[in-house]
């Protein structure tokens, strides 16, 4: 099991080394200059030089990467170059807002998606079957930014259940809080269940197929002693890869969201600083969404020998 865990955390440094390296160079190719954007149409090149030069924008790309990277080793991310706030203090602070959204946005998705992929394989080919599988197929097809905007519309406008525009932290005033989260939570387990529901089905009706199922059945276990004490747990592992899969990927690609609801969250930060050529605050936005993706699929491997013990034998 030591072994096990040694090789998932040593597999995820080189990648997040290349995630570095990549951030660093690509964000160089966004056109635009800071300087010119931060002093305007008017300013004339000397100031935008000597802005340059304070900024260390005047340095090669290679010097810039090798400042940023010692910078990194003593936990200093940088400040914005707009704002002047410190990067690192910025970032864990929208992502605070975007993780709440999603963890709670998948951990519903789950609670309801995986019992109905089970239910699904268990009747399969029935009415039941058909009518899950349907679903779990529109709401895939659904875009959720399309997905949020007839939410708003309708529980927003219409019914003015929830706020249109704004948003309250739960730290602040938590009940608030969860109505200004309702609606972008909702879009977002309702799309994801489509993907769960049809990972789940597609695991239980691989695992209904082994023998140790048709000897369970031959020895008098009903269907549902069958299902959730035999069938359940290992066709459980796939669905949770893929849950961790869709957590990490929620965590890099809510800035859709965020934008449909007025959500100040990491996705939104990242549009706005890409917008402005904010350097640092970018390369710390990628960082840290690049950093969660890999804790997350970490956490995922090392949990995963729970679902399936032949895991830690390999």
Not at 9 to 16: D, R, S
Not at 96 to 103: H, L, P
Not at 175 to 186: E, H, Q, R, S, T
Not at 285 to 290: F, K
Request: charge should be neutral.
């Amino acid at each position: 099991m030591i072994k096990f865990i040694l090789g998932r955390m040593l597999m995820a440094v080189p990648t997040l080394v290349i995630v570095a390296v990549a951030v660093f160079t690509l964000i160089r190719f966004i056109p635009g200059d800071p300087a010119a954007l931060m002093l305007g149409d008017l300013a004339d090149p000397q100031q935008i030089a000597a802005l340059r030069s304070t900024l260390g924008l005047d340095q090669s790309i290679p010097v810039q990467f090798m400042i940023w990277v010692g910078h990194l080793f003593s936990g200093d991310f940088g400040k914005s170059i707009v704002t002047g706030e410190p990067v690192l203090h910025l970032v864990l602070s929208r992502f605070f807002i975007s993780s709440q959204i999603v963890v709670l946005a998948v951990l519903i998705a789950s609670i309801i998606a995986v019992p109905a992929g089970v239910i699904a394989a268990w009747k399969q080919n029935s009415l039941t079957d058909l009518a899950l599988v349907g679903t779990a197929t529109v709401l895939l097809s659904i875009p959720t930014f399309w997905l949020g905007l007839l939410l708003l519309l309708f529980f927003g406008l219409k019914l003015g259940w929830v706020p249109v525009l704004g948003y309250v932290s739960v730290t602040t005033d938590w009940k608030a809080g969860l109505i200004y989260m309702a609606l972008p939570v909702a879009t977002l387990f309702i799309h994801e269940m489509g993907v769960i529901i049809r990972m789940a089905r597609a695991s239980t009706l691989e695992v209904l197929r082994l023998d140790y199922i048709t000897h369970a059945r031959a020895k008098g276990l009903s269907e549902q002693a069958v299902l959730w004490r035999h069938a359940f747990k290992n066709a459980f592992g796939p669905t949770w890869t893929m849950i961790g899969l869709i957590l990490g990927n929620l965590l890099g690609g809510i800035a859709v969201i965020e934008t449909v609801f007025s959500i100040p969250g990491l996705g939104r930060l990242l549009v706005d600083s890409i917008f402005q050529r904010d350097y640092p605050v970018i390369q710390g936005c990628l960082l840290l969404v690049a950093l969660a993706y890999v804790l997350v699929n970490l956490v995922v491997d090392l949990l995963y020998p729970l679902f399936d013990p032949r895991v830690v034998a390999e």
